[in-house]
């Protein structure tokens, strides 16, 4: 989706960049990439997004440390252990090794989730604000920076350190929603 919008961008530039060059044009383009991460609302969200890394990687360990435990018993007293306990250790291990691996696969896609809805939000709101500031300074185009399509961009056309402070002053994803509660 993103990329036909910019080679949309790009073709429509090019095609009215006669008909603009005769009118007052003005073309920026933005960082989002960079407006995620370096905006207070992204900042919060990779903090709580790290809680829940970590979160995740403990319960792994907890299990994974169970896992090779029994591995290790199983190893080391194998040779003396009577057949039917070593079965019964086996079929532990084996049973606990695919819920490992459940566990595992289950974590990584909930933090996938969990990362694309958090990215999502932040996403939506920068781009409103890039409109609506794109609206109230006259711009013709602004394009996005960040997906290969501006090959040169004159300093002062980057507005990405203008949209984070525009977002951070209303305070982001938390910051919309109290606004909203105290209407």
Known sequence: MNKQWVLWAM???LVAAPVWAENNVKIGYVDLQRALNESDAGKRARDD????VDKAQN???K???ELESLREQLEKK???MKEEERRTIEKDLARKGRDFERAYKDSQAELQAKDNELTAVILRELQQVIRDYGDKQGFTLILENSSQAVLYGAKDADLT???IEIYNSQGG??????AKEKE
Do not use: S
């Not at 997004?49 to 829940?52: A, L, P």
């Not at 994803?173 to 109290?178: F, H, I």
């Open 11 to 13: 073709l429509v530039t």
């Open 49 to 52: 997004f790290k809680v829940q």
């Open 59 to 61: 319960a792994l360990k």
């Open 63 to 65: 299990q994974k440390d």
């Open 78 to 80: 194998a040779a003396v």
């Open 161 to 163: 350190e203008q949209i």
């Open 173 to 178: 994803a938390k910051g919309k929603a109290k």
